[in-house]
DNA sequence: TCTATAAAAGATATTTTTGTCTTTTATTTC
DNA sequence: GAAATAAAAGACAAAAATATCTTTTATAGA
């Protein structure tokens, strides 16, 4: 469904929103460990969504990354359109060059159903009300 | 949603039971073709699904793929699972190592309602089905 | 039985995704 | 201003997915 990339994106994201709901913030050693995701690859990830404004960032000691109030509001959507880009929400699910009523394929009608569905649910959930979620320890970040 | 390679073995058996349905065989140059994907790469997609008997083929001269009566009410799931494995029917939406109710991720409630959209629509398409709607050109398997 | 044909099998190549390490820059604290 | 810290940036590496080519095997038909 998502990119592993955007796996650890969006667990990150609920993570730093947790962490940093008091106004500090968490480093990326910490947020690894956290996500269960490899050091270097979500610091990676993290860099690309602090230049598309998703994540709040400061370096030097005491820094790290945090969400502020806009961002808590981020939408999965975002997320996800940040890092796999818009595939999902408008690509065909055979695989053609272009998804189209006009010229559907095979599995056109029942895809553009599921595909709707997905995009209202990425829409739909905020960040902050998934960070939520977790603080009542209702779900979970990792599996070990 | 799909791999490369599930995407052209779903839009190759789609092809393979039309081209077949009046009992001929169709190559796998007219396959790659018909569904514009590389040839020598469907070649191996459909070799392998040859072995697990979702395809037929014969060698030799007027040979080629072909669908029995059998593996023309395959449904997509079947060939998702042969290809791709079960990840989409039971994989974590977050990339958890396993999903579960007890331990669910905070996206677990929303995704486990679209992954169950997801397999029954792949449960009940039969590429037979799939293929009449193409025989009467309101669907398309390739976009020039 | 010989030849031509077409898939099967096996080997190799390219590209993309995923993961790691090193150097630089910004910021805090002393 | 110097030292310590932590992210940004850039370079590199490994693995997986996608794509291609060559050789072998089975079959049909002359
Ligand atoms: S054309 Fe394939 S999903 Fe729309
Ligand atoms: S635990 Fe993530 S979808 Fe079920």
Redesign the interface.
Known sequence: ??S?TC??A??AM?FIAQKSKDGSKIGIREIAKGIDSPEYFIAKILQELGRKGVVQSMKGPTGGFYLDNSARKTS?ATIVKAVDGDN?FSGC??????C?DK??????H??T??RK??TN?LNK?KVGD??E??DQK??????D
Chains 1, 2 share one sequence.
């Open positions: 469904m998502f592993k796996e650890y969006i667990r609920i999965l999902i699910g055979l695989g053609l060059k272009q189209s010229h559907p394929c095979p599995l056109h029942e895809f159903k599921i569905d997905i649910m959930t998934l960070q979620e977790l209702l779900t979970f970040l990792r599996r």
